[in-house]
C-alpha cells in the first residue's frame, strides 16, 4: 500500500523536473538567441492572415509581417513565425527585432513574451509541481 501513498508525490514530482528541464533548454534557446544576433528596430508592414487549424475547425490567425533596416544598410522584409490576434500589432507600429547577420531573413521580433515566456511558464508549471508533489510527499512520509 506504500507504493499507492509514493505514487502521485513521485510523479508529480517527476512531471516537474521534466518541465524545469523544458524551461531551462527555452532559456537557453533565447539566451544563445540574444547571443548570436545583432539587435534592429522593425516596422510592422502588415497582418498576414491565415486560416489555420484542422480541416473543418479553421481558426483565422495573424503573422505580422516586419521590414527593418540591418547594421550594413540592407532593408529587409521577414514574415514572423508566431501568430497573433489581429489587434495585437498594428501596421506602423515599432517592434525590436533580433537577426543573424549571415540570414538576417530570419529574424524574429524580440519582446519579452517572444522571448522569455516559454522559459517562465515552464519553471512556474515545474515550480507548483514541485511544491504540491513535495507536499503529498512530505504527508506519506508521516503517514498522514
Not at 35 to 41: G, K, V, Y
Given at each position: 500500500m506504500k507504493f499507492v501513498e509514493y505514487f502521485i508525490p513521485?510523479?508529480?514530482?517527476?512531471?516537474?523536473?521534466?518541465?524545469?528541464?523544458?524551461g531551462w533548454?527555452?532559456?537557453?534557446?533565447?539566451?544563445?538567441?540574444l547571443?548570436?544576433?545583432?539587435?534592429?528596430?522593425g516596422t510592422i508592414v502588415r497582418m498576414a492572415p491565415y486560416l489555420g487549424g484542422r480541416i473543418g475547425k479553421g481558426k483565422l490567425v495573424y503573422f505580422p509581417e516586419?521590414?527593418?533596416?540591418?547594421?550594413?544598410?540592407?532593408?529587409?522584409q521577414f514574415r514572423s513565425g508566431e501568430s497573433r490576434r489581429a489587434d495585437h500589432f498594428e501596421p506602423g507600429d515599432r517592434v525590436p527585432v533580433r537577426y543573424d547577420p549571415a540570414a538576417p531573413e530570419k529574424a524574429v521580433i524580440a519582446t519579452f513574451s517572444a522571448l522569455w515566456a516559454l522559459p517562465?511558464?515552464?519553471?512556474?508549471?515545474?515550480?507548483?509541481?514541485?511544491?504540491?508533489?513535495?507536499w503529498f510527499l512530505r504527508r506519506a512520509v508521516k503517514g498522514g
Open positions: 513521485l510523479v508529480l514530482l517527476a512531471i516537474s523536473a521534466v518541465l524545469f528541464g523544458k533548454v527555452q532559456f537557453e534557446h533565447a539566451r544563445e538567441l547571443a548570436r544576433t545583432e539587435p534592429a528596430e516586419v521590414k527593418f533596416t540591418t547594421a550594413d544598410g540592407r532593408e529587409v517562465l511558464i515552464y519553471a512556474a508549471g515545474g515550480l507548483l509541481l514541485l511544491l504540491f508533489g513535495g
